[in-house]
């Protein structure tokens, strides 16, 4: 199964992907990958997890939250797991969290009410969370449990984050057969390793949804928008330029010209 990581992440015969915001998860059978929808029937998943004096949200009930309770609705979890406290990255973030995030020796953790009472939580709890309302649903949609998953994470985690991400899956109640890199999980469902029709050449990119949804809480007001891929990539566009000279460097590097690759492979989300 396979769950695509805030992560990607793969269950054995399962491929789930959790990105920054939103997650899916799916199943590898007869020859592919069909994705599965979740009890709303949506293909992806907000990756939010929401506390109130009654009960925890996941999903998209969690993140109608953040408006009306912003500082116990928490997101953004990959952004935390396996970094310590004084992260350059973490205390950016931290200015534009809502929720509350305190450091425990060094660690970060998240702090929330729940039922009346204050909850500490660590980013590999919040991210089991997430994990297990995808486990779910996979096993409703196989009628039988899921124990095993291979994870997928960033290319740029370190080892830190991802023995977090491993134990974020053993929270769950997984056994994480190996963890593996999102452009790597990406070639493999794809097919590239099981080609036979001759040597080819790809590149492995990072490309936008088409359709981008945005919240905002401004001045008490709940602002929800949604942009499409024209006017996000003119907004872009300077961004966009930018990765040409890293893309220009590893052809010169492989001594290789635009002219000669046969394929581009898209991973993951525009961040």
């Not at 534009?96 to 020796?105: C, E, L």
């Amino acid at each position: 199964y396979v769950i695509h990581n805030l992560f990607c992440c793969s269950y054995f015969n399962n491929f789930s992907s959790l990105f920054f915001l939103y997650l899916c998860v799916g199943v590898f059978q007869h020859g592919k990958v069909e994705i599965i929808a979740n009890d709303q029937g949506n293909q992806t998943t907000p990756s939010y997890v929401a506390f109130t004096d009654s009960e925890r949200l996941i999903d998209d009930a969690a993140k109608k939250q953040v408006a009306m309770n912003p500082s116990n609705t928490v997101f953004d979890a990959k952004r935390l797991i396996g970094r310590k406290f004084d992260d350059a990255s973490i205390q950016a973030h931290m200015k534009h969290w809502p929720f509350k995030v305190d450091n425990y020796n060094g660690k970060p953790k998240i702090q929330v009410d729940y039922k009346n009472e204050e909850n500490i939580f660590t980013p590999e709890e919040i991210s089991s969370m997430v994990f297990t309302k995808m486990k779910e649903t996979a096993e409703a949609y196989l009628d039988k449990r899921v124990s095993e998953a291979i994870i997928s994470v960033p290319a740029y985690f370190n080892d830190a984050q991802r023995q977090s991400t491993i134990d974020a899956g053993v929270i769950t109640g997984l056994k994480i057969l190996r963890i593996i890199n999102e452009p790597t999980a990406v070639a493999i469902a794809y097919g590239l390793d099981k080609r036979t029709t001759g040597e080819k050449n790809c590149t492995l990119s990072a490309s936008a949804r088409t359709t981008i949804e945005i919240d905002s809480l401004h001045e008490g007001i709940d602002f929800h928008t949604s942009i499409t891929r024209a006017p996000l990539e003119e907004l872009c566009v300077a961004l966009f330029r930018a990765t040409l000279e890293p893309v220009k460097n590893a052809l010169r590097n492989a001594r290789m010209d635009k002219s000669n690759i046969d394929e581009i492979l898209i991973v993951g989300g525009s961040t």
